[in-house]
């Protein structure tokens, strides 16, 4: 082998989220040898292995026993992932060492110099330490609250750095109800517009910002990636919640392959762990590779979430609904009896599932489905008849019941029209009759068309706008919501609108007909009417509707456990408070291990 050949290369693997290490010729023992120190690593031949990314930078330390060092040749992209994630090792360490004298800390003060003339936007308080502390950290986390403005703090450090550091591009990911909200603060926040364009069908070489949506992310991974590399740039994942799935989903794996080809990475959301500890962690992944992950394992380890928010804090900034300083929200819980026939389809419906759902705990499909005809029973079991619509979101898509003839869920389905007033409909119906005498717009959140359907009839002397999946004109509606005094009430799922869009100046109530497992959309939807802006005697009233006895129960309370939890990880007493509703007189979306635990006590203990 001559001392040009290389005796191990280190290249991208078939996967983006991939590395690929290939042995020269003479050296394929050190390379077995070297596989046992990386937990993923799998053997292609005697001479090359495989091993994920994240396992390579969190174990950099492993290749210093490769014998060979002087003919070690990175893929040079890779090679400067490793040396950005070995100089963001000790970036962390800095900041989680209270004795460090080592990080270079971006003052306050000096945001409007590193911003320069051309930055004509105002800045709050809030936003210019948020910016200060994200340019701090090289790669950084905004985990502030909706409203916070943490689009116009995104703009704020992509300018910096592309005056200070010689970043050139922004790539935007974001849900495509963001898109509005970039566009317009690009306008407000520069003299002279940054050119920014939303992904067609071609990449725009010319373009300073791209955005695109999360759907069209990972057909688009190579061309992209190309973008990126192509001149210095950075990569800002809007609502980042939506790759907390990390590489086991089809968002995540795109994002973390498209992660190391940036110079800056930054994340937005206002919920970065609506399920637990896993979702931060994978967002983590993504800004800090290797170490990143581990330092959050470490800091959540053993359950002391007090410690572990401690610990975390000087890895994010966020800004808290208390720094916001909007006036206070009034979040109460309804429980409602469900009339005796309902109870009887109610209770017939879980004796019917129970033997269905045992032994099948690993279906997460099956169980999903389940989760979603029993949310639509404790609502109305007029629902089960005709099932959902194309235009609901994937998870929660189910046929119409199919009821054995004969069978005594049969018979108490025969007459379903009796049922379509359900209690919380008429609950709505109520809420909305008495905010409307009194000026007052509403806007009710249902997860199924069908129901939205059935209010929209039910509340036809109000109005109504709805504003679902298969809305072709949803600009219009809300528009009309907001504009025409006649249009009392707003008909939407948490799913559709729960992000991206602004009520606050127009609607100070909400109603929920029901809820689903899925905490971090429930935080969003809730910031749709409590938002900055709001006058400070605003009366903010929020309303949560629930089934006595029904599935609607197991929700709340695994509802209380993701927020408790995601409040102390973030150390915000306004999503602690959230978790306890006050009481008040009369999906399968984000399931996880947990709710399922909780379903199948709920079928056992309704089926004993």
């Not at 001479?47 to 174990?59: A, E, K, P, R, W």
């Not at 970036?91 to 003052?107: F, I, M, N, Q």
């Not at 053993?302 to 206070?328: H, M, N, Y």
């Not at 938002?531 to 309303?543: H, K, Q, S």
């Amino acid at each position: 082998m001559t001392s040009s050949t290389p005796s191990l290369e280190i290249r991208f693997g078939d996967s983006v989220t991939k590395a690929r290490l290939r042995a020269g010729a003479g050296h394929e023992g050190d390379l077995r040898r070297l596989a046992l120190r990386f937990r993923s690593s799998v053997q292609r031949s005697p001479g090359s292995m495989d091993v994920d990314i994240d396992d390579l930078l969190t174990n950099l330390v492993a290749l210093a026993t490769w014998p060979a060092q002087a003919s070690v040749s990175w893929d040079s992209q890779l090679a400067a992932l490793a040396t950005d994630s070995a100089v963001d090792a000790q970036t962390v360490a800095d900041r989680l060492d209270p004795l460090s004298k080592g990080v270079s800390e971006v003052r306050d003060d000096e945001v409007d110099g590193l911003l320069g003339p051309s930055w004509t936007a105002g800045l709050t308080a809030f936003q210019r330490r948020d910016i200060a502390k994200l340019l701090s950290l090289r790669h950084g986390a905004n985990f502030s609250v909706p409203g916070a403005g943490k689009t116009r703090v995104g703009l704020a450090v992509f300018h910096a750095l592309r005056r200070t550091k010689g970043i050139e591009r922004l790539l935007i990911v974001g849900p495509k109800s963001c898109y509005e909200s970039w566009q317009y603060e690009n306008t407000q926040c520069f003299d002279e517009p940054l050119r920014m364009e939303v992904l067609s069908r071609n990449v725009d070489p010319a373009a300073d910002v791209l955005i695109v949506n999360y759907e069209r992310l990972s057909p688009s991974v190579n061309e992209l990636g190309q973008w990126l590399t192509a001149r210095p740039s950075m990569i800002l994942l809007d609502e980042a919640h939506r790759m907390k799935l990390g590489a086991e989903g089809t968002y995540g794996a795109a994002c973390l392959a498209l992660g190391p080809r940036a110079r800056h990475r930054l994340i937005l959301t206002g919920t970065p762990a609506p399920n637990g500890v896993k979702d931060i962690e994978n967002l983590f992944g993504f800004v800090w590779p290797g170490h990143g992950r581990q330092k959050v394992t470490q800091a959540v380890a053993g359950g002391d979430l007090a410690k572990a928010s401690q610990v975390l804090r000087p890895l994010f900034t966020r800004t808290t609904k208390g720094e916001l300083g909007l006036p206070p929200v009034t979040t109460t819980l309804r429980t409602l009896p469900m009339p005796p026939l309902h109870q009887e389809v109610y209770e017939a419906l879980v004796g019917r599932f129970s033997a269905r759902a045992a032994g099948a705990e690993d279906d997460f499909q099956a169980l999903g489905k389940i989760i979603v005809y029993m949310l639509m029973a404790a609502t109305s079991p007029a629902l089960l008849a005709v099932g959902t619509t194309r235009y609901e979101p994937l998870m929660y898509q189910v046929p119409p019941l199919a009821v054995p003839e004969g069978s005594p869920l049969f018979d108490l389905m025969r007459d379903l029209p009796s049922y379509e007033m359900s209690p919380k409909y008429r609950e709505v119906l109520a809420i909305v009759a008495e905010n409307a005498a009194k000026g007052r717009k509403t806007l009710v959140w249902s997860t199924f068309i069908r129901s939205l359907n059935t209010l929209e009839r039910m509340l036809k002397e109000f109005r109504p706008a709805m504003v679902h999946g298969g809305t072709e004109d949803r600009e219009a509606e809300i528009e009309r919501f907001r504009n025409d005094p006649d249009c009392m009430v707003l008909l939407s799922n948490p799913a559709t609108l729960g992000e991206g869009i602004s009520l606050h100046h127009d609607c100070h109530d909400a109603v929920y007909v029901d809820r689903d497992f899925a905490a971090g959309r429930f935080l969003q939807s809730l910031d749709r009417i409590h938002r900055l802006g709001l006058a400070p005697e605003t009366e903010t009233r929020v309303t949560v509707l629930a089934s006595e006895g029904s599935i609607d129960e197991v929700v709340g309370q695994r509802l209380t456990d993701k927020l408790l939890f995601m409040g102390r990880i973030l150390d915000d007493p306004a999503v602690q408070e959230l978790a306890d509703l006050d009481d008040e007189p009369a999906v399968g979306g984000g399931l996880d291990q947990r709710d399922l635990q909780a379903l199948m006590g709920h079928l056992r203990a309704h089926s004993a």
